[in-house]
């Protein structure tokens, strides 16, 4: 009987919970704002687009994060197996904003871009704009877009 006794008011005082009281919503802060620690870049993982957060050293903010795209994956990236097609050496020539998107100028011929590379680019480019809705490439004579990032911001 006693064990009986003991197992049923084990039972009700885990079911009362333990004197915690139903409330309402209680209002936190804002979700944070502004950049990250770091550079959103965009690498190939598997044959797709990735988000990739590349921190920075002693907190210094690159002149365009499209520049790092280029250099490539880091050897912390290349461990994790993050590929890219975005040629090597490419540099951001303009930036320019507008209220509905923005035009990045590189430093080599659009025409010969895969799908994939210039998807990299414009997510990446698009996330250092702040989320700019539509980039427009221009390289080497040739203009692209405006282009949406395929995955969301």
């Known amino acids: 009987m006693k064990k009986t006794w003991f197992l ?75 590929t890219s097609e975005v040629p090597s050496g490419m540099v951001v020539l303009d930036q320019t904003s507008a209220p509905n998107g923005a035009t990045v100028t590189v430093s080599v011929g659009l025409a010969g871009l895969s799908a994939l590379a210039v998807d990299q680019i414009v997510c990446t480019a698009r996330d250092s704009l702040g989320g700019s809705p539509q980039i427009t490439l221009r390289g080497e004579g040739v203009v692209r877009g405006p282009l949406s990032c395929p995955l969301p911001g």
């Open 8 to 82: 049923l008011m084990l039972v009700v005082s885990v079911v009362a919970g333990c004197g915690v009281r139903p409330s309402g919503v209680i209002p936190g802060a804002p979700a944070p704002v502004g950049p990250a620690d770091g550079a959103v870049l965009y690498f190939l993982s598997g044959g797709q687009p990735v988000r990739v957060l590349r921190p920075l050293a002693g907190g210094l903010t690159p002149a365009n994060p499209v520049d790092l795209l280029a250099a490539g994956p880091d050897e912390s990236e290349r461990e994790r197996r993050y």
